[in-house]
């Protein structure tokens, strides 16, 4: 693998990033963003997590998973026994992708040509940081490392091998547990979210 390969991953990453942020040929929305959001963390961290996009806090201040899903990730990466700055935290696509609303930027969900436009960078970012287990959440960064439209409720939970030899942990986005409307589901759906998150940390240890 290219972990193995590559004398300097650390500075290969940079240079990953500094890569896509010269492109001419990003999604137009992505001029819109304030800079890109690139992965962070230790090489060669046991677990790797994927999201979806940077978020509006992330946008403005470089850095993934930084505003409200961030936290509650922290959080239950904390009760999960994964110390977050122990693991590689990044996302399927590296822009914020909004629509303008007087003075709010609404998020708009990535559509499947923005995912297949970053699927080579979160790619090489991945096979760069050489994590032995690749969390994925929620559905973006699920199609997005496996190329496949599938359903989270089905395949949440147990490990994913991908033809090119990567293990996928499917889990949801923290910030679906932030928009469930009744205190029980998200109290309930929160401590499902940790469990999985220790099963994956089982996994690597
Ligand atoms: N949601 C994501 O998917 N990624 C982030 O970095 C922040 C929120």
Partial sequence: DLFSQVEDPAAALAALKAEIERRNDLPPWAAAATQIVFGEGPVGAPLLFVGEQPGDEEDLAGKPFVGPAGRLFNRAAEEAGIDRPMAYVTNAVKHFKFKPTGRRRLHQSPDAGDIAYYRPFLKREIELAGPRLVVSLGATALKSLTGKPLAIT????????????????????????????????????????????????????
Avoid at 156 to 167: A, K, M, N
Avoid at 168 to 184: C, G, N, W
Wanted: net charge positive.
């Fill in 154 to 205: 089905k395949v949440r939970g147990e490990t994913i091998e991908t033809p090119d030899g990567l293990r996928i942990f499917p889990t949801v986005h923290p910030s679906y547990l932030l928009r469930l409307p009744d205190a029980d589901s998200k109290a309930r759906e929160y401590d499902r979210f940790v469990a999985d998150l220790k099963a994956a940390q089982r996994e690597v240890r």
